[in-house]
């Protein structure tokens, strides 16, 4: 059965440092997302992304962060400069359409921490 | 804006027992609900959805009612096992680009 992939599944970063964060979605998906859980927190919705371009946005998206889909199988989220308040769970989640009744397949998560 | 919550957790079960984790939420329009369920190291997977008013999403013996009148989209099970230990997360899908929003999650713990 096809699934989400992400890489890596831990990743430990200093303060300020860029990380990288890598999701290969379902091939034949369109629409492609990020999440983040803090610890003992929601999941929150981060981005979501179409065409090549950021259809939706929430305010914890700020300009430290950014999306990209380098090839046609990667599916990138880029936090530039690390804070303490970025360490969680990154999930990334892909989808046929978007849109209230789609069902969006989910990655194992990123757990990022930030010392 | 669309909230979604969960009773409190953890929830701790024995085996055979009956199960509910209630869901409500506050939205504008329709929005469809989904459970997903989060086994330990693993992502979220869907269990189940329902896309209007008095659906009933039912998977793996796991069942949910689209309750519009109460805002409710509780979760039942009739007798659960310890392979059921897990998290379980409500959530809302409501704009046309995809976006969820979950509720807080529940931890689920069968004991045999």
């Known amino acids: 059965e096809p699934e989400v992939t992400q890489t890596p599944s831990h990743q430990v970063t200093q303060m300020g440092q860029e990380v990288i964060l890598r999701c290969v979605p379902i091939s034949n998906h369109l629409y492609f997302y990020w999440y983040r859980q803090i610890l003992g927190q929601k999941v929150e919705f981060l981005v979501s992304?179409?065409?090549?371009?950021?259809?939706?946005k929430s305010e914890i998206f700020d300009d430290q962060f950014s999306v990209e889909r380098p090839d046609g199988s990667n599916f990138t989220l880029k936090i530039r400069s690390t804070k303490l308040e970025d360490s969680a769970m990154y999930f990334c989640a892909s989808s046929e359409a978007a849109g209230g009744p789609e069902t969006q397949y989910f990655g194992p998560g990123t757990r990022l921490l930030v010392l | 804006g669309n909230s979604v919550t969960q009773m409190e957790g953890p929830v701790t079960l024995s085996e055979e027992a009956f199960l509910t984790i209630n869901c409500t939420y506050t939205a504008t329009g329709y929005p469809s609900l989904f459970w997903y369920v989060q086994y330990p190291g693993e992502g979220l997977q869907l269990l189940l959805k329902a896309t209007k008013a008095d659906d009933k999403g039912s998977n793996k013996g796991f069942e949910a009612t689209y309750r519009k009148e109460t805002t409710s989209f509780h979760l039942e099970k009739g007798s659960v096992q310890v392979s059921d230990s897990a998290v379980y997360f409500c959530a809302l899908g409501g704009t046309s680009y995809g976006k969820l929003t979950f509720g807080q999650g529940t931890i689920l713990t069968v004991h045999p």
């Open positions: 992304f179409y065409n090549n371009e950021i259809s939706e």
